[in-house]
């Protein structure tokens, strides 16, 4: 799924997965090779589902990739490449500061936690 989505290379994929592991955001079952979301992953993406759901969307991931390419052919600069990021992030960082949802996160916090136990 992820390799058909524009995103990174087979290599920057075992990479990330690997840190993902790392930092107990997934399993992986050695013999099986299958990956499950740990707790601390489930609760992050919850988090993020709540707050910046653009964030967990592949194609805006794939976007930044198709901007850097863009950069590197010289079609757009480096600072206007930045000015659009930074812009995103603005944007987004404005809106989680004004978002109300203690409550909605306490509640995936312990929905997720049920799977835990």
Known sequence: QIKGSGIGTSATRAEILKKLDKN???CINNKTQVITPAKLGEIIYEVVNASIPPLLNAELTASWEKGLTYVAEGTITSDEYMAKLEDFVSR????????NNQAALVTYFNEVSKNYK
């Open 24 to 26: 107990n955001y997934i």
């Open 92 to 99: 987004r960082t404005n809106r989680v500061i004004n978002l």
